[in-house]
């Protein structure tokens, strides 16, 4: 039994730790209240940004889905008479709500300036569609082939050059009145060319867009682009090129034609490789090279997918073999060159040719005794229209109008029968009852 001095000392013991835990407990409940509240913060905020993110997620998928379902450019080359061997057709001639672009080609860049070769009446021509369709943007495309001394190769070369060649094509846009302009360079840095035109290239598009964004009325600025992969990768900066244009016209053609390093058939612009396609010849095909220029860095909707209207023709060397990559000793007779244009194809179609859809590459050939010939149709048009809009592409590229059946000889009711279909299934805003012009 403790003495009342060991109660009295216990009891100061226990009153000692008794204050020393109650003052000891007020932090400690502070900091479990904070910890705790943290916790619950942490919580909501982890929720939050869970809901943010997949609020993100969702808001990019609807941008992207909104992207398949609205109306996308159709842009369509109309060249000058002697740019090719097509029929004559006028700017006057052209329906004027058919495309949402129409650049007309060609220009060329002579003494570091633009050179329109004398072909004003056919763009002033073009500019008064203008007072049919207000929306309908006209612009010009300079072109340059296969230069090395002249043309575009000198003109980027310095600043003070690309300068020159900037101001005479504003005083043109002034003076004609055009929307904008269309780059086709092909190509540059490519084979033996001066490697740094790949940089100059970039230079001159962004010397190019920052004089656009000055003026009152923005021009527009595009670019002819290459297919190839071997191409993109030696000629184009891709995101520098994706920061400056606001949409590149992909020539997505020309993948095959007679050749006499390559002497057998092969398909203009099939949509996807064939059964027979192996190596380098699976990359040559529409969707190949159009995804390979996104996965480069090319947004999907500044990418318009180029669409020909004309065919390749081959002579065979053997009738009875007549299908892809059967031998050929030279250009068919078919248009000039092995260059035939819709209605001249469909000509050789009328005149008991046989049609071949090619089910893998979604397009067509024909052939009749030595003659053989790849080219696109309605089917196959319609069903790269469609592809594109699917696809979240910025719209499609018609080359070109002249090469079209612009005057219905063969599809009596309907002008411009492939750009139509095509047309018909990118835009929102046309009558596709509207047939004729």
Known sequence: MKSIE?????????????????????????????????????????????????????????????????SGKVVCYLTIPGNDTTAHLSASSVDPNLCTHVIIGFASVVNCTINLGGNDKIYKDAINLKSKNPQLKVM????????????????VRNHANRKKFIRSVLAAAKSLRLDGLDIDWEFPAWLDADARQKIHFVQLLYELKRAFTKRKDKLVLSAAVAASEAMIDQCYNVPEIAEHVDFVNLMAYDYHFYAPELPFTGLNAPLYRSGKDAGLFATMNVNYSANYWVMKGMPRNKIVVGIPTYGHSFKLQ?????????????????GYSGFASYPTICGFLNNSATRVFENSSQVPYAYKDTEWISYDDIVSVSTKANWIRSSGFGGAMIFSLNADDWNATWHRDSTFPLTRAVANIIRDDLNETNHMY
Not at 33 to 40: K, Q
Not at 318 to 334: D, F, I, K, M, R
């Open 6 to 70: 060991e109660r009295t000392h216990y009891a100061v013991i226990n009153q000692g730790g008794f204050d020393i835990c109650r003052n000891y407990t007020k932090p400690v409940i502070f900091v479990a209240l904070i910890f705790f509240a943290g916790i619950f913060l942490t919580a909501i905020l982890l929720r939050l940004n869970v809901q943010i993110l997949f609020a993100s997620s969702w808001l990019e998928n609807q941008k992207y889905l909104a992207s398949l379902s609205s």
């Open 140 to 155: 010009v495309s300079v072109a340059g082939m296969n230069e090395i001394s002249t043309g575009f190769p000198v003109m």
């Open 318 to 334: 053997n009738v009875e073999n007549h299908g892809l990559q059967a031998p050929c000793s030279g250009y068919g007779l078919l």
